[in-house]
């Protein structure tokens, strides 16, 4: 969890700008320095430790030495430090001034290799899939009903997991969204998958979802899809959201046809014929 965003400025020209980030982001606004990268040990020392910090600053050196520390930090560009290289940093920041807290806890997050938390329903959560989910996953597929209909996952789990840290890194890194895992909040366990990515070939986003077996008929597909197909259309802007169900496939179809799908084609994929539903936004 993040709990303070360390500026380390170098260029006391930027004072201004940060102050009124700070006066922007109110109570959970990040204290200032300007000063060296060991500054900001004399105040937090006693409060957290660096796992639960975000270091910000306009100097590539600091941030190669905030690296090497094993400390999560992000760049600042400004008008005065164009001729800094910061070429190795996964992420930047401008115009500090309009910064909000989600966005530089987001940052926090992927530098941590922790998972988003994407949204929360009445009865479950979504945040992004981590390597520990794997486990989880081969529970649930174990079912042989899971896999009438879609992809099994790798027999070998060190495949999957590797897998899984791919997609991390490729796919939650570049998209910011992708395919996510549910758990159930009464139990605090995983049950199931869901979310929206990019099936090649196809020009629009795409709903895919699995439950396990023990919480299938109980609407828990249908609550966390609805929020899922809501969360693309208001967060992610998404015009269109189609979904690929096998026509055997009747609880699926049901499904769609109950968020609001439309049927629009057929469609095949890797030689595989499908039902394709459309969700239009209105």
């Not at 590539?60 to 030495?65: A, D, G, I, R, T």
């Not at 096998?246 to 049927?263: I, M, P």
Request: glycine share 8%.
């Amino acid at each position: 969890m993040l709990k303070k965003v360390v500026f380390l400025i170098m260029d006391a020209e930027q004072g201004t700008a940060l102050e009124k980030m700070k006066e922007n982001m109110g109570a959970e606004g990040g204290r200032i320095f300007f000063g060296g990268v060991n500054d900001w040990e004399k105040e937090f020392m006693e409060e957290c430790t660096k796992e639960d910090i975000l270091f910000i600053t306009d100097s590539s050196v600091m941030l190669s030495e905030l690296r090497q520390r094993g400390d999560y930090g992000i760049a600042f560009l400004h008008g005065n430090n164009p001729q800094e290289d910061f070429s190795g940093a996964a992420y930047a920041v401008t115009d500090i001034e309009d910064l909000e807290w989600e966005s530089l806890e987001k940052a926090y997050l992927r530098l941590a290799g922790k998972p988003w938390m994407i949204l929360e329903t009445d009865r479950c959560l979504v945040r992004e899939t981590t390597v520990e989910d794997v486990e989880e996953f081969y529970r649930i597929y174990r079912e042989p009903s899971i896999t009438y209909y879609m992809e099994d996952l790798f027999p070998d789990p060190a495949e999957e997991r590797e897998y899984v840290r791919n997609y991390i890194r490729e796919i939650y890194g570049f998209y910011g969204y992708g395919l996510w895992t549910v758990l159930c909040k009464e139990k605090n366990e995983v049950i199931g998958r869901a979310g929206l990515s990019w099936r090649q070939g196809f020009d629009v986003p795409e709903l895919g979802f699995v439950i396990g077996v023990p919480y299938q008929g109980k609407g828990y597909a249908y609550e966390v899809c609805k929020a899922i197909v809501e969360y693309g259309e208001k967060e992610l802007g998404f015009q269109e959201i189609q979904a690929l169900v096998r026509k055997e496939n009747e609880a699926s179809v049901c499904l769609c046809t109950k968020l609001g799908f439309q049927w629009e084609n057929e469609a095949a994929d890797k030689g595989i014929r499908y039902e394709r539903y459309v969700k239009r936004r209105h």
